[in-house]
């Protein structure tokens, strides 16, 4: 399976804390997308890192990228709990030839309030 | 308002009864794809179309297919549904190609039960 992978598959942090999410993929890409998903509903994009790139700011988004280890991080800081969802991230499939994406499995954020 | 729209929402079918799951976008997006998602296992490519008549596989097109006839419509086929095809679905949209700097525009997604 070309899937990518991410952990923790679950975090639960509370408040104002920071919350660190992790990716890793398979093979090499063009950029490598993140997407939130509220219980259930359709993802949003929240931001994109290309390959030449090593780290991106987005408001409370930090997105680092480290090809050679075929690996990338999200943070979030000063969560808030409407930060609860899912985060996938997605890499596409160019070096295969091909226009696939590949998700990750997804990591659960839970923020209490 | 630009979106993706999927219709039905919900679906509840039996073994073998061929059913179409619409999707259409209003951005005039070149590229639109479809997802399943079951629990554990993420989002997994179905199909994705390049543009009008232009289609190809994603990781797991077994038991389906896509048609491009028009450019905001990409529906998705279920010849002869089975159980392992209960899922939720979801079909997405972009300007650009995989591997662009163009993000996707996701539907709200149809959960399908097949019995």
């Known amino acids: 399976s070309q899937q990518g992978e991410e952990d923790p598959q679950a975090l639960s942090i509370q408040e104002g804390e920071n919350a660190t999410m992790n990716c890793s993929y398979k093979t090499s890409i063009n950029n490598l997308q993140w997407y939130r998903q509220n219980s259930g509903r359709g993802l949003v994009h929240l931001i994109l890192i290309r390959s030449n790139e090593r780290e991106k700011h987005s408001g409370r988004l930090r997105v680092t990228l480290d090809t050679s280890k075929k690996s990338s991080s999200l943070l979030i800081t000063a969560s808030r709990a409407a930060d609860t969802a899912s985060y996938f991230c997605?890499?596409?499939?160019?070096?295969?030839?091909?226009?696939?994406?590949?998700f990750g499995t997804g990591t659960r954020l839970k923020v209490l309030a | 308002e630009a979106q993706v729209t999927q219709n039905p929402r919900y679906l509840i079918t039996v073994t073998g009864k061929k059913l179409t799951v619409t999707c259409s976008q209003n951005?005039?997006?070149?590229?639109m794809s479809w997802y399943r998602q079951d629990p554990g296992l993420g989002l997994r490519q179905i199909y994705y179309?390049?543009?009008?008549?232009?289609?190809d596989k994603g990781d797991v097109p077994e038991g389906y297919k896509v048609s491009r006839k028009e450019k905001r419509n990409f529906p998705l086929i279920l010849e002869s549904p089975s159980p392992n095809q209960t899922s939720l679905y979801f079909c997405?949209?972009?300007?650009?190609?995989?591997?662009?700097?163009?993000?996707?525009?996701f539907g709200p997604g149809t959960r399908l039960t097949v019995l």
């Open positions: 997605a890499t596409d499939a160019s070096a295969s030839g091909t226009y696939k994406y590949i």
């Open positions: 997405a949209s972009s300007f650009g190609l995989a591997g662009s700097s163009d993000t996707q525009y």
């Open positions: 951005m005039n997006h070149e590229y």
């Open positions: 179309s390049m543009n009008v008549e232009v289609t």
